[in-house]
């Protein structure tokens, strides 16, 4: 049996990558969640599968890392650091690791928006498609696979996901570490439902009268660093909205459409199972009172003796400083602890399976009053920034 419960299943694909035989298919289920479902016809019951499943693992497999060393770290091209989530860690260690023609896994938006897959690019110059992130599960179709023969053709390989995609791979390279292989893991609240980001992309549509052609979850322009929404609509103004004040990222945030899994995830733990991990660097005024975190700061946690090694390359490309794991654990409680769920995730779930999306907005996920909205824009760390310079004047 693959899985039980569907807690104990986190979509990562390792079963159906490993599967010689080809006979499992990852399927989208009422949340548009993918499960693995195996055709009993064409199995030869090598067991496989089974063993390569890294929930049922991944209490074992992280007691055996290594204590992580954290820092706090900027990207010193202002260009890269204000299309970065955070601080620009990811492009950082992709610039250290990486020669020319090394392959970069990492999650990307289809062209029209609506879909999330992890794609590869083999230049530097291309990795804007893995950039910001996208706040619903990347389909890792053929990507391990593809991985595996890369390494094993003796290719630079660095993969980026969530930590439980990391542990798929790792499941599919059946535990064989490689000097060419780096990985890179997300502190990671949880992955929403594909189905409530296809009805909001449906509501914005039919509320603002063009279809969307862009979303970005962690725009800096107007709000600063944060989880602050830009949407691109064809032949209109671009949409910026406060992530406190926009519907999908309130139902994200607030535990109201994660993965069943992602309320009992095993990885929501220090140590980790990847050489990197990266993160928000939240709490930073207090941590890093010195450092500016308007135009966005990352965590970077140093798990491997391959990890640490690479540090004097990423500080050939970012600010790195030493900081202590605790105060950043404590401020980030994706380090500690799986997301709680929402107690009204299951009518939550059944109302945007069965009522028009505009009705759910109006039961679960208002944006504050105007007035809050309006103090929070004026109060936004970036307009308080932009009132001193004018005072200074
Ligand atoms: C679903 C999700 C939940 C997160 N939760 C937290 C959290 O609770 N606390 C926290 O500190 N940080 C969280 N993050 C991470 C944070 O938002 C930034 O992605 C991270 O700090 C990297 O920023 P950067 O500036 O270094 O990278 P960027 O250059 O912006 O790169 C983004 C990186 O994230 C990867 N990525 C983007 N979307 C996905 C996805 N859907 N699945 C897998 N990989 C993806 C890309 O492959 C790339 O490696 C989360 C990210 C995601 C995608
Ligand atoms: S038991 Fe073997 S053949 Fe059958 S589904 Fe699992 S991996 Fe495939
Ligand atoms: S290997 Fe991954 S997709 Fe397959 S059952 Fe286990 S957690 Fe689910
Ligand atoms: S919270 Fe855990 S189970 Fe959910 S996507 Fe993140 S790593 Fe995977």
């Known amino acids: 049996m693959l899985y039980c419960d569907e807690s104990e299943c986190c979509g990562c694909c390792a079963c159906a990558s490993i599967c010689p035989n080809d006979v499992i298919l990852m399927k989208r289920d009422s949340e548009a969640f993918f499960y693995p479902e195996k055709s009993p016809a064409g199995c030869a019951d090598c ?29 010193k091209d202002k260009q890269i650091l204000r299309s970065s989530s955070s601080g620009g860690a990811f492009t950082a260690i992709a610039q250290a690791f990486c020669d020319a023609g090394s392959a970069i896994f990492g999650a990307s938006f289809s062209e029209d928006y609506h879909n999330v897959a992890h794609t590869c690019v083999t230049d530097l110059n291309n990795l804007s498609a893995h950039r910001k992130s996208k706040y619903i599960q990347s389909d890792i179709g053929d990507s391990y696979r593809q991985a595996r023969d890369l390494l094993s053709s003796g290719k630079k390989t660095l993969f980026s996901g969530t930590p439980c995609q990391i542990a798929g791979l790792k499941s599919l390279l059946m535990g064989k570490d490689s000097p060419n292989l780096l990985t890179v893991d997300l502190i990671c609240h949880g992955v929403p439902s594909q189905l409530v980001y296809a009805k909001y992309l449906e509501y914005l549509k039919s509320m603002y009268g063009g279809s969307v052609v862009s979303v970005d979850f962690k725009n800096k322009e107007k709000f600063g660093c944060g989880t602050n929404v830009k949407v691109g609509l064809a032949k209109k103004k671009a949409l910026h909205t406060m992530g406190a004040d926009d519907p999908f990222i309130i139902a994200f945030l607030s535990g109201l459409c994660l993965r069943p899994s992602c309320h009992a995830c095993p990885f929501a733990t220090t140590p980790r199972i990847s050489d990197f991990t990266i993160g928000d660097l939240w709490g930073a005024e207090e941590i890093v009172p010195h450092l500016d975190s308007d135009t966005g700061l990352s965590v970077l946690l140093a798990n491997t003796e391959k990890a640490k090694k690479l540090l004097p390359d990423i500080q050939r490309f970012s600010h790195i400083e030493a900081i202590d794991l605790l105060k950043v654990a404590e401020h980030n409680s994706n380090l500690r602890e799986p997301s709680p769920p929402n107690p009204k995730r299951g009518q939550f779930m059944a109302d945007v399976n069965k009522e028009p999306f505009r009705d759910v907005v109006r039961a679960y996920l208002k944006p504050r009053p105007a007035i809050h909205r309006l103090a929070a824009r004026v109060l936004s760390k970036k307009a308080k920034k932009r009132l001193k310079a004018i005072l200074r004047r």
């Open 47 to 75: 067991g496989l599968c089974e063993t390569a499943c890294p929930m049922k693992r991944a209490v074992e497999d992280i007691r055996k890392c290594a204590a992580p060393e954290a820092f706090a770290l900027y990207h």
